[in-house]
Structures are given as structure tokens and as C-alpha cells.
């Protein structure tokens, strides 16, 4: 076949530009440990003012280069701000709360850039050069593809020789593999840390500027590119500059070979290619294990259970709770509802990623599981809601037990990003697998029976199926199956050395979690009158993540408390203004830099002030 | 900037509304209209706009049944679930008498099925999917824009007259574009059984591996292609497409990219002579058209998009559908608005009372570039009534309950 030279060639382009942002990432993240969810918003600022500067200077290719030069030094200046402002106060948090602040930015990047440089997509317009092909193997192929081919490895090239031919890169590869140590042989974190992040939002606005020509400036950049971004980071092991170039070539030719093959797998394919990689290394292609040892030395504290004034006040809540629907009008009482499944969304997350030490981004998987078990039994056999709430939690805990497998072997971000890796396969089989699943178009018509159709009946059934799964939840943690799911957390090492089955433990929490998680999918489902992908997508699972950290992780109440200012604060603004992603990202930044212990966590603390004195 | 703080403050102004103050048969109409506002602004914001429009004309003729419009709009994020709440805020808190909006289709599948179950009327403006009137269809919803079917088998039927017999497509994997792709395969088939289609592409919605993906279509070597990408999937396959020399020498039809919002972007690397279906905008000269864009012009100084048309027409038809119910009762308004004929800046339509659908019809022409941008030309008017299948098929697609 002579397309195989130029689906080749193709694939070696996308390799390119997939390198150029995830490089930055991995920079980034190998020596801050920072979960850069804002990256892919860099990247869009870069697409933006790269536009914006382009479009000003003449059409030349000189020109060009000095328009993306100058795009790549504002990027830097932007990341040199974010940092400054933002994520220097919050290295002390625990390692997920940065990623909570930068979920934060990307919010407010989105209203920003909406409101600087409107809704509409903006293309960079072409001159002639930039439109230039040249024959190869009896097709035409984009000169610019060929340019973009070669600026791949002539960035990893440069980033080479600044690694390792420069004080910097020896300073900057020092804190990759000990950061600890670099800091205790006095060499400026601060200075390396601001100067890290530039480099890495640099990148970011460069991949952003490089794909003007073949793309435009939109607002849909940022979280597009931000998991793909992940996946070629975590597919070449974080932290490594080499393995992103191989996994960005890796993937690019498998989808570029991919879509001819098998045209429907392109948004399956590079998950399998992540999932595939994990499982046969844990740690990525290049990817060092994590330094273990000296993170376990900063045990959490234990959960204890809430002080008597703190269970009455929750008793209070729920009372309050349980008569509200005499109180408030329909509209409030499916806000309820929706607290309700919220709770239940996050303490199973808090579950499994607390005391299980297992941080989900991928939770929306089994609340999706649950959602689609319930509709579909509806859908092929006519099954009552009853059944379909008993069923979700089962098939959730079935599917969660089967992923469970792959999962527990793994530990921090990888674990992590497997998860992401999953729940996003599974998002592509429900968006795309239209005659099962209904397809984007969802299932309709999962109503609950007539006799729990009224607003306030439902809700007191959610009121009580989120209560009971959080109090059965809390008593697993607090039996010897919690302090040992603790014990694994802190020291996986001195567990096993006593006896404990550390693997099967976290498969335990990990099925409990996803099978409580599937229960609250289903009661959406029951609540909405459907089932939709979206329930699945990435934004719902950061929202799990966004309620158990703003709640905190240090206590059961946590992520209860999290859930409810959440729902509330997002229900409000929504209705209040168009700007609401603006408003709900700063206040989460806020939140993260006044409170890096969560709401609860700050609660606790103001409350144990002077009484463990 | 403009629109931005007209968008604040329209927004802080429908929340600082009393809700409570209004006696039934008193105080305006209130149309409670749901949107991907944040998600989808490009559409969105020139059909909130042309809603406005509509409802300030409306209110300064009068009103309907002696009473004034009131839009009150909200933001779904692109999330059905949230669209669900929201209509629920809608019905029980703002007291909405008619729900409208949507632009994706499941958002605006969920919102039928809200408004069957609380048995609330709802008017879909944007959504395509066929099944909201047929297979889903239901008592209280209505749909005003042509669906996928309707702009299918108005390509199909284009495309039959040409002489290519090698057929590719090319379509977002995902409801919208299956169902683009297979009426188009069924119609084009039915008409010319000498068509063979030779392969597809299938990209990820807003993800298009444009490069590989006109490599793919390159190497089945098509007469002719059928393309259903819209927006930045679009753009990207246009450039790589133009740049690779997929075009040339080939047909291409092409769902919904003479329409401003998916046209304009593309700028002068528009294509030429793709058939498409779109909206010409400023250059339709029919009285009706062009008082509407003066109007709108005047107002937002910018042209009208074709969600502005849609936007526009989703109020006037809403007027006069209560106008005919002459009430705002729910029943009697499902049966007013069955048949109830309206204008629109295209031309009168109608709701069909068969299967609820709008009759609003499609534009189709071909693509050409005029001062470096890209423009529909050749264009013609077909009216929704004559894109539909007969009246029997159209019985068996919809369920029992939707009578």
C-alpha cells in the first residue's frame, strides 16, 4: 500500500505535537509533584496569544518563528503568575489539594479567555508557505507536518542539553528523583520551583502556537488536550523527558495506523494503549518507582470519631433534613436530592481515597455503572426501581472488583491515572456504542413508580439510602477492616511485614467504594428520568474529587460537608450568573489557600485549638 | 465585551425577579428557555440574542392574549442532568408557563421527557435528533429546526445527481453523526442503487486526527464524500484536507457547514463547491428576512447567525401558538400548538400536527469564496413540509403515547 509512508509520516506529526505539551507536564510534575490540571488551559492561552500576536505581524516565516518565540515567553510569564499567586501556597497542602487549586485556574482561565477573545473559534489564517506540501509516495503531504516532525526532537534536544549541561537541569533533575534532599543541601525551592513552572507553561504556549497552522485558537483546547496530555505523561513514566518523546511517538503512529484499521477506536485507543502499559509497568515505559520510604514518615492522623458536639449537630442536620420537603418548594426539594446522591458520590470516593489511599479521578466510572445498570434493566427486562437500585450497587461492585484487578497493584498518580484511564473507556462505550447504550442521546424514561414519583417521597428515599450508605461507610472504617485499609495506606511495607493482605485490602475498598458509588448513580438516574454519558465524563469525576478535597480528607464528615457546600455553591451561582466557572473556580482557589485541610479540616482544627492544649 | 455584560445582566436581572408577586392571567407570559450557554457559546449566545429580539417585538405589537412575554434563560453547561433541574427551577420556582431551548440533542431529549412526565409544554429549538419527535416523541414536545433526517435527505437527494458512484464519509462518532450517515446511505441508495460506499471515518467529537484522517479517506480513493464534522473538527479537516488535495477533483456534500457559525471560521481556506445546507444569511431578500436582519443589526450590530434565525423563530412560534390555544392552560396549548401556523424570516411554518415537527425548512447550495470569505451561493429554499416522509411512516415512528 503506498499510505503507509504518509499515514506514517502523519502519525510522527501528531507525536510531535503531542510531545510538546506533555513535556511541560512532565517537567512540571516531576519536580513541583504538582497535578497540573491547568496545563491544558496554558496551552490554550498559548493558541490565543499566539493568535493574537500572529495575526498582527507580517506573514513571513521569520515572522512566525518570532510570533511563537514571543507566545512561548508570555505563556511562561502567565505560568510564572499562576505560580507565584497561586500554587506556591499550597506545596505544603497534602500532594491532591494543588491539583483542586489548579482545577480552580482552569475554570477561571475558561470565563477569561471566553471574555477576552469571544465565543467564536479563531484560526490562524494561512499564508502560502504554511499551506505547502511536497510529494511523497504519490501524496501530497503539509510541509508544515514535516517542520513540526523535526521540532519534536530538536525540543527534546534542547531540553536535553539544559538537563544535563546546565547547573539548572542538574538542580531541576536533583528534585525530579529527591526533592527533599536538594532543599536540605540549600539550594533555593522557591527559585527552582517558579523557574520549573515557566519552563513548563513555556512549552505548553509553544504546543499551543504550533497548532495554529493545522488547528484554531478554541475555548474546547484546554480539556481536550489535558488528558491526552496525561496519558502520553503517565504512558512514558512521570517525570521523564525521554519517555514522554517515545510514548508521544507510540501513540501518535498506533491512532494514525489506528483509524484506518479500525476507524471507530479513536477515542478508545490511546486509553488501551495507557491501560496496556500500566499493567505490564506499573510505573510507566521510563518512569522510576516513587521514593517511598521517607513520604510514609508523614503518616496521616488517625480518623477519630467526631467529638459528642459534633454528632449532635449532625443529628440536628438530619433532622432538619427529614422535614425540610414541609418547608421548602418542589424545586429545593430535588436540590436535596441531588445533596443526597452527592453524598454518596463523595463519601465513597472519601472511602476508598482517605483510608484507602487510593485517589480516584475516575469515580464517575461506577456512579455511571450504576446509572446504566439501573436504565438499561429497565430498558431490556421492564425492572422495578427497587430491583434497579439493588442491581446498580451490584454491578458497580462487580465491574469495580474486575478493574480492581489492574488497579491495586499500582500507587499514586499511576493508580490514578488508571482510573482516569477507565472511567474514560467506559465514558466511549456509553457515548459511542449507540444501540446498547442509547449513545449520547442517553436512556430515557427511568422514572420511579407512581408511588415514589413526588418530589418530596423520593427525596426522603435518597435521604435515607445517602444516610445509611455514609453510616455504613464510616462503620467499615472504624471496624479492624478500616485500621488495617490505614495500615496498607501508610506503610504498605510494615503491613505486609505483618501479616496483612495489602492488595486485597485495597480490592476490598476499592469494590466497597464502587459498589456505593453505582447506588447513588442509580438514584440520579431514578431522579432525572435518564441516563446520559455525562454522567460519566471527566468534569463529573473531578466534581467528586473537587467535593471530598474542599470537605477535607481527615474525617468522615469531610467530604459530607463538601458535598453540600458544592452542590449548594453550584446550584446558586449557575442560576445567578453566565459567569459562574469564573466564580466557582476562585472560590475553590480560595478555599485551597485558606483552607488546605478542607472545610472539616478546618473546622477540626479551629475546634481542637485549646482543647488538646 | 459587549456581549458578556449584556449577558450579566440579563441574568441578574431574570434572578432578581419576584416569582411570587403574579396572579395567574395578570402578569406576563413567562417562557423558561434552557441553553448550553457556557458549553456551546458560539451558538448560543446570537440565539439568546434573537430571542430577546423576538420577545421585545412581540411585547411592543402588544403582547399575546393581552399579556406581555417574559424570557427567563438558563444555563445547562451541556449536562442534561442539569438541564432537568433547571426545568424543574423553571416549573416550580419561576412558575414558567412554557418551557423552550436546548441545543444539544440530549439535552433536548432529556427535557422532553421531563416535560411528558410532569406534562409541561416544551418547545425545542436547536436539537436534530429524529427520534425527539419519533421514536422518543411525546404529547408535549414540539421541535422547530429541520432534524438530521431532513438535511440528510435534502444532500441525498443532491448528491444523486451527481455522477460520482465511490462514496466515503466522514462523521463525528456519536448519535448525531450515525444518524447523518445512515439516511444519507438509505436515501442515496434508494435513489441510485448504483452507489457503493467504500469506507468511513469515525473521529472522536472535538477530537478529529485531521492529518490521519484525510490520509485514511485519501487512500479509498472516493468519488465522493459525504462530511458531517462541524466546528473545530471542521476547521482542522479543511485545512489538512485542502492542504493534502482531498478535494479536488471530488464531490463533497457537506451537514450544516453553510452555516455561518461553521463557515465563517473557516475563513479563505473556506471550501468551494461542496454542497451544503446552511443558512445564506444577509443574502436571503425576502421582505420578512430582511426586516429581520435590519432589526437585529440595529440592535447587536453584527449579522444574524443561523441560531439567531432559529432563536428568533422559537419565540414567534411560541406566540403564536398560545395566541391560537387562547390560553396558557397546558392541554389546551399542546393543542393549540399542533398546526398552528407562524412566520418566520425564512417563511410561514408550521407545527404538524402528526408528529409535532416544525416545518421550518432547510437552505442548501453550494460553497464559494467571495472577498476571502466563504459564502453559500446557488442556494435555494426548500420548506420542511416537503423533506419529510410520507404520513404513514411517520405514524409507525411514533409511539402510541404521543397522541
Known amino acids: 500500500m503506498d499510505s503507509i509512508l504518509p499515514q506514517l509520516l502523519t502519525g510522527l506529526a501528531t507525536a510531535s505535537s503531542l510531545f510538546l505539551v506533555a513535556s511541560g507536564l512532565t517537567i512540571i510534575f516531576g519536580v513541583t509533584r504538582i497535578v497540573n490540571f491547568s496545563h491544558g488551559s496554558l496551552m490554550m492561552l498559548g493558541a490565543y496569544i499566539g493568535w493574537s500576536i500572529l495575526t498582527r505581524l507580517p506573514r513571513d516565516p521569520e515572522w512566525f518563528v518570532l510570533g511563537v518565540v514571543a507566545t512561548v515567553l508570555a505563556t511562561a510569564l502567565i505560568g510564572v503568575l499562576l505560580e507565584v499567586v497561586v500554587l506556591r501556597r499550597v506545596y505544603r497542602a497534602p500532594e491532591l489539594f494543588q491539583l483542586l487549586a489548579t482545577f480552580g485556574v482552569v475554570l477561571i482561565i475558561q470565563d477569561v479567555t471566553l471574555w477576552l477573545w469571544g465565543a467564536v473559534e479563531l484560526p490562524l489564517p494561512r499564508p502560502r508557505w504554511l499551506r505547502g506540501f511536497v510529494e511523497i509516495a504519490g501524496n501530497r503531504f503539509p510541509l508544515y507536518d514535516l517542520i513540526l516532525i523535526v521540532t519534536g526532537p530538536v525540543v527534546l534536544g534542547l531540553l536535553w542539553l539544559v538537563m544535563n549541561r546546565t547547573r539548572w537541569g542538574t538542580l531541576v533533575r536533583a528534585a525530579t528523583l529527591d526533592r527533599e534532599m536538594v532543599a536540605a543541601l540549600g539550594v533555593d525551592q522557591r527559585l527552582l520551583f517558579t523557574s520549573v513552572f515557566a519552563l513548563g507553561a513555556g512549552l505548553a504556549g509553544l504546543g499551543g502556537a504550533l497548532s495554529l497552522p493545522n488547528a484554531s485558537a478554541n475555548l474546547n483546547i484546554d480539556l481536550s488536550v489535558i488528558t491526552d496530555a496525561f496519558v502520553v505523561v503517565v504512558v512514558g513514566g512521570l517525570g521523564s523527558l525521554t519517555g514522554a518523546f517515545v510514548a508521544s511517538l507510540l501513540i501518535g503512529i498506533l491512532q494514525a495506523f489506528g483509524i484506518v484499521l479500525v476507524p471507530k477506536i479513536t477515542l478508545v485507543l490511546v486509553f488501551l494503549v495507557m491501560a496496556v502499559v500500566l499493567v505490564f509497568r506499573p510505573n510507566g515505559l521510563m518512569g522510576r518507582p516513587q521514593s517511598e520510604a521517607r513520604e510514609a514518615s508523614v503518616a496521616a492522623p488517625v480518623v477519630r470519631p467526631a467529638p459528642p458536639a459534633l454528632q449532635l449537630l449532625g443529628a440536628a442536620a438530619l433532622a432538619l433534613a427529614a422535614v425540610a420537603p414541609f418547608f421548602v418548594g418542589d424545586y429545593y426539594v430535588t436540590v436535596l436530592t441531588d445533596a443526597c446522591v452527592a453524598i454518596i458520590f463523595a463519601t465513597s470516593l472519601h472511602f476508598m481515597m482517605g483510608p484507602g489511599g487510593m485517589a480516584s479521578f475516575g469515580h464517575a466510572a461506577w456512579f455511571g455503572t450504576g446509572a446504566y445498570a439501573a436504565g438499561l434493566l429497565l430498558h431490556w427486562l421492564g425492572a422495578p426501581m427497587p430491583l434497579g437500585l439493588l442491581a446498580a450497587p451490584v454491578a458497580a461492585g462487580i465491574v469495580a472488583a474486575l478493574f480492581g484487578w489492574f488497579v491495586v497493584r499500582l500507587s499514586g498518580v499511576y493508580l490514578s491515572m488508571l482510573t482516569l484511564a477507565f472511567a474514560q473507556i467506559a465514558w466511549a462505550v456509553s457515548f459511542q456504542w449507540v444501540d446498547a447504550t442509547g449513545g449520547d442521546n442517553g436512556l430515557l424514561g427511568v422514572w420511579p413508580p407512581d408511588w415514589a414519583r413526588s418530589p418530596r417521597t423520593y427525596y426522603w428515599i435518597a435521604l435515607v439510602l445517602s444516610v445509611g450508605v455514609a453510616l455504613l461507610l464510616r462503620r467499615a472504617l472504624y471496624a479492624p477492616y478500616g485500621y488495617a485499609l490505614r495500615a496498607a495506606r501508610d506503610s504498605a511495607m510494615r503491613a505486609r511485614s505483618i501479616g496483612l493482605d495489602v492488595a486485597r485490602l485495597r480490592m476490598v475498598a476499592l469494590v466497597i467504594a464502587g459498589a456505593a458509588c453505582g447506588l447513588g448513580g442509580a438514584i440520579f438516574a431514578y431522579g432525572k428520568g435518564g441516563v446520559f454519558p455525562t454522567y460519566i465524563s471527566i468534569p463529573h469525576s473531578v466534581e467528586a474529587l473537587l467535593m471530598v478535597l474542599l470537605g477535607g480528607l481527615q474525617t468522615v464528615a469531610g467530604p459530607i460537608a463538601g458535598a453540600l457546600v458544592y452542590t449548594g455553591l453550584a446550584d446558586i451561582l449557575v442560576r445567578s450568573t453566565d459567569l459562574w466557572r469564573l466564580v466557582l473556580g476562585a472560590v475553590i482557589v480560595l478555599l485551597v489557600v485558606a483552607f488546605p485541610e478542607g472545610i472539616a479540616g478546618a473546622a477540626r482544627r479551629l475546634w481542637l485549638r485549646g482543647r488538646e492544649a | ?403
Open chain 2, 1 to 403: 465585551m459587549e456581549v458578556t455584560r449584556r449577558l450579566i445582566l440579563g441574568a441578574s436581572g431574570s434572578l432578581a425577579l419576584p416569582g411570587l408577586l403574579r396572579a395567574q392571567g395578570s402578569g406576563p407570559i413567562r417562557i423558561g428557555e434552557i441553553n448550553s450557554y457556557t458549553a456551546q457559546p458560539a451558538f448560543t449566545v446570537p440565539y439568546r440574542n434573537a430571542m430577546q429580539l423576538a420577545v421585545e417585538q412581540v411585547n411592543a405589537k402588544g403582547g399575546v392574549l393581552g399579556r406581555q412575554l417574559e424570557l427567563i434563560t438558563r444555563d445547562d453547561a451541556g449536562r442534561p442532568q442539569d438541564a432537568v433541574r433547571l426545568a424543574g427551577e423553571l416549573v416550580n420556582d419561576q412558575k414558567v408557563d412554557v418551557l423552550a431551548g436546548a441545543y444539544l440533542s440530549n439535552v433536548g431529549l432529556a427535557l422532553g421527557e421531563y416535560a411528558a412526565q410532569n406534562k409541561r409544554l416544551y418547545i425545542a429549538g436547536e436539537p436534530l435528533t429524529d427520534s425527539m419527535v419519533w421514536e422518543k416523541g411525546n404529547r408535549y414536545t414540539f421541535r422547530l429546526r429541520p432534524s438530521t433526517y431532513m438535511q440528510a435527505s435534502i444532500l441525498a437527494e443532491e448528491a444523486a445527481k451527481l455522477p460520482a458512484k465511490r462514496w466515503v464519509t466522514v462523521s463525528p462518532n456519536y448519535e448525531f453523526g450515525q444518524s447523518g450517515v445512515k439516511w444519507f446511505k438509505q436515501l442515496l441508495t434508494a435513489r441510485r442503487p448504483d452507489v457503493q460506499f467504500v469506507g468511513e471515518q469515525w473521529p472522536a467529537l472535538g477530537r478529529v486526527d485531521a492529518g490521519a484522517t484525510v490520509q485514511a479517506l485519501e487512500g479509498m480513493r472516493p468519488e465522493g464524500i459525504l462530511n458531517v464534522l462541524f466546528g473545530t473538527d471542521l476547521t482542522n479537516f479543511v485545512r489538512q484536507g485542502n492542504t493534502r488535495g482531498l478535494f479536488e477533483r471530488r464531490s463533497v456534500v457537506s451537514l450544516l457547514t453553510g452555516e455561518p457559525e461553521y463557515l465563517d471560521p473557516l475563513g479563505d481556506e473556506a471550501p468551494e463547491g461542496w454542497i451544503v445546507t446552511g443558512y445564506p444569511g444577509e443574502m436571503i431578500d425576502t421582505p420578512a428576512h430582511k426586516a429581520f436582519t435590519s432589526a437585529y443589526r440595529a440592535k447587536f450590530n453584527a449579522k444574524p447567525m443561523c441560531g439567531s434565525l432559529v432563536g428568533y423563530s422559537l419565540i414567534n412560534s411560541i406566540a403564536a401558538g398560545i395566541a391560537k390555544a387562547g390560553s396558557v392552560e397546558v392541554e389546551r396549548m399542546v393543542e393549540g400548538f399542533r398546526g398552528v401556523r407562524f412566520d418566520t424570516p425564512a417563511g410561514q411554518a408550521e407545527y404538524r400536527a402528526i408528529d409535532q415537527q416544525g416545518t421550518l425548512g432547510v437552505y442548501v447550495g453550494k460553497t464559494a469564496l467571495r472577498n476571502n470569505v466563504g459564502v453559500m451561493t446557488d442556494w435555494r429554499y426548500i420548506d420542511g413540509k416537503d423533506l419529510l416522509p410520507a404520513d404513514e411512516v411517520v405514524r409507525g415512528l411514533r409511539p402510541a403515547s404521543a397522541s
